[in-house]
């Protein structure tokens, strides 16, 4: 991995205790999709990093082909092209819960390959279960922060219900996201995802423009737990995932218990403009 300028093993890579990512997640993050060696949206995340460094004021690297370097090193170090890279910023250290006047920042950067099984779930769809709690409230739940226990805690229930992940669903019966992706219904001829109190995912808002240029209605709004009874197609979006489509939710079969055309189609869309931004 990359810390802070070096690539390490990581057995050796070690931070201090008093390290504020760790005692109270005091950092943001991005994933970014790699295909071959080349990053997908690299400026788009970096864009979104500084964005909420700046909300947080954290001091970060500002250009793009900074974040570029660290990850073509962590990609050679580890001898893969296709993958998930992580790029990690905290606060750095500081003793008591006061951040420091004159932070010194953390900056991690980690590659993963792929699940293997990605592509079949691609192909023909996963299950979802919905989760007994919402991801949360407030100025910060836009903010992709190192605060990521009601994922873990979604992912928990979703293992345990034998589910591919979960949707986060509020006290009033909307249906947010999933644990790490955003969530998009086809139902009375309309495509429809959640707007507010999200993560906007940068895939998602990719589908989104990729969705109105092929001619679909989108719509940007709350999602009622009783519309999942009359979607016609249903699927997540994230970088790592790209589009994955979503066939049956607890007992309840989406459709007709396979990828839709119209998921199909924005695949196809995805994939063509992954192409475009490779070239």
């Not at 591919?164 to 219904?185: K, P, Q, R, S």
């Amino acid at each position: 991995m990359w810390l802070n300028g070096r690539i390490l093993d990581s057995t050796r890579a070690l931070l201090p205790i008093t390290e504020r990512g760790f005692l109270y997640g005091d950092g943001l993050f991005e994933t970014v999709r790699v295909y071959g060696d080349q990053p997908f949206l690299l400026a788009r995340h970096v864009a979104r990093l500084r964005a909420g460094a700046r909300i947080l004021a954290i001091p970060v690297p500002a250009t793009t082909a900074y974040w570029a370097r660290a990850v073509a090193r962590v990609l050679a170090a580890n001898r893969i092209g296709d993958a998930a890279v992580r790029l990690t910023v905290t606060r750095g250290t500081a003793a008591g819960l006061d951040p420091p006047v004159r932070p010194r920042p953390t900056l991690l950067v980690q590659a993963r390959r792929l699940d293997p099984a990605l592509a079949t779930a691609q192909a023909r769809g996963i299950n979802l279960c919905l989760l007994s709690f919402g991801r949360g409230s407030g100025p910060f739940v836009e903010l992709k922060t190192l605060s990521y226990l009601p994922a873990v805690l979604g992912r928990r229930e979703a293992r345990r219900r034998k589910a591919y992940d979960g949707l986060y669903v509020t006290a009033a019966g909307d249906v947010t996201e999933a644990t790490t992706a955003n969530v998009f219904i086809w139902r009375g001829n309309r495509l429809r995802t959640p707007a507010e109190g999200i993560l906007r995912g940068i895939t998602r808002d990719v589908v989104v423009a990729l969705a109105r240029r092929l001619g679909l209605r989108v719509e940007e709004g709350p999602i009622r737990r009783t519309a999942l009874r009359g979607a016609r197609e249903l699927f997540l979006t994230s970088s790592v995932v790209e589009i994955l489509p979503v066939v049956r939710v607890d007992d309840r079969t989406i459709g007709t218990g396979a990828p839709g055309p119209i998921t199909r189609l924005l695949q196809e869309a995805y994939r063509r403009q992954v192409a475009r931004g490779m070239s």
